[in-house]
């Protein structure tokens, strides 16, 4: 009988250090876009930060399923110091640019690499469902290579972008496998990231105030329309509240996280699809002024009172105009309002679910302990008061400057 010799190098051992390792480089590449979405400016870059990080969530649910099959628990640090001072690293670029740069033209190409490599390195049949993980991240992963060469074609690979690349040898590449080199020093150019407290927007909007949530009364069908989808456009306000969520709350559970990166993706959808509506109807949305203010108040708040101010304020409370305009549009044979609203509101009775289901962990987290009803009650009147009155006072502001 003749005994082959395969071509396996993977152990079951080494497939779950290897595994452990893709699934952290994947969870944190998820966290820095969420942190980086609403301090990135270029509109067209953030709306596609919402999709790149749902991928990436995508990817570690894959992984975490997989994972929890030969592992417990299924989450585990890489315990490799080096790998994670990488992806401690990558968060503190100098700019948007160069935190794509980082993260879609060193770390993911490289991920990618290994990923195609472990498919020829493990045993097809015993592992055969880490084999169906990869091949349906590996479509993604492609796609986002091709979408960094794509929006980064004008920006020079520069001094950061060698400073991942030599944080990735230093940890030995994304297998661990290659000959480690030394730590680099950080260039001067590194930038402390600090999760941002004003939503940033590029130099062809105006940003104002415009009557946040107070309803415009007595107007037309045609003129309410305008503007509830203008209002549509201005929805990667809550994809930065939730980007800034989930940035601020690393110790809640996965399911959360992915709960969330999928909220945060659905209000860049919801915002492209005012995008769409507007250009439909011969508008450009860019004319449409940012009322960055929202996020701004927002952001004065912990966490756990930003997540109830969306899910039981603005998205609870959004059901009864979207149906008064659904009638409407039926009645006026209005079939491309009716198909946007009615799947955005398919979304959002996701996103006040989500908000039942994980607000009492979001206050244990950001210590508050109070009942949730109770919580709740006062977190919708503070809603009502500060911004369906369109006031959003920034209380910070306001007692540093009465000083
Ligand atoms: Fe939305
Ligand atoms: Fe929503």
């Known amino acids: 009988m003749q005994v082959l010799s395969p071509p396996e190098q993977i152990n079951f051992a080494h497939n779950k250090q ?12 998820l966290r820095i876009l ?26 570690v649910q ?13 989450f585990r640090p890489p315990g490799d110091d080096a790998l994670e001072h990488l992806m401690a690293e990558a968060v503190h670029a100098p700019t948007e ?7 879609f033209r060193v770390i993911k190409p490289a991920l990618a690499a290994t990923y195609r490599w472990h498919c020829e390195q493990t045993f097809a049949n015993p592992d055969a469902p880490t084999l169906y993980a990869f091949k349906h991240i590996l479509l993604d992963e492609e796609s986002q290579l091709t979408w960094a060469e794509e929006a980064l074609a004008d920006h020079a690979p ?6 991942i690349a030599d944080l990735l040898a230093a940890a030995g590449g994304v297998s661990g496998r290659e000959d480690r080199q030394k ?8 930038t402390h990231f600090e999760w941002p407290r004003d939503a940033a927007r590029d130099s062809r909007f105006s940003l104002v105030n415009r009557d946040a949530g107070q309803r415009v009364k007595s107007v037309d069908h045609a003129t309410q329309r305008l503007r509830d989808f203008e209002s549509y456009s201005q929805e990667m306000l809550a994809a930065e509240t939730v980007a800034l969520i989930i ?7 996965w399911a959360f996280t992915y709960d969330s990166a999928r909220h945060c993706y659905d209000e860049t959808r919801h915002c492209k699809l005012g995008i769409e509506w507007l250009a439909h109807h011969g508008h450009d949305y860019t004319d449409v002024p940012q009322n960055t203010l929202i996020y701004t108040w927002r952001s004065q708040y912990d966490a756990a009172t930003q997540y109830c101010l969306l899910t039981m304020g603005n998205e609870t409370h959004a059901f009864p105009h979207r149906h008064e305009q659904m009638a409407a549009y039926a009645e006026n044979g209005d079939r491309l309002s009716a198909q946007f609203v009615s799947y955005d509101m398919a979304d959002e009775r996701q996103h006040v679910a989500f908000g039942h289901k994980w607000l009492p962990q979001l206050m244990a987290q950001h210590d508050i302990d109070r009942p949730v009803d109770e919580f709740v009650k006062e977190t919708v009147a503070l809603w009502e008061q500060e911004y369906m ?14 000083q």
């Open 158 to 163: 520069g001094e950061w972008e060698a400073y």
């Open 34 to 59: 969420a942190a980086w979405l609403p301090a990135a400016a270029n509109m067209d870059w953030k709306l596609d930060m919402g999709r790149l990080l749902w991928e990436d969530a995508q990817h």
């Open 62 to 74: 894959y992984l975490y399923q997989r994972l929890r099959e030969i592992q417990t628990p299924a």
């Open 389 to 402: 009155t369109g006031a959003l006072p920034i209380h910070e502001l306001s007692e540093v400057s009465d």
């Open 97 to 103: 640019a160069d935190l794509l740069a980082g993260l």
């Open 183 to 190: 730590t680099p020093a950080p260039p001067t150019c590194r």
């Open 247 to 253: 940035h601020l709350s690393p110790g809640m559970p």
């Open 18 to 29: 290897l595994l452990n390792r893709y699934r952290f480089i994947e969870y944190e590449s």
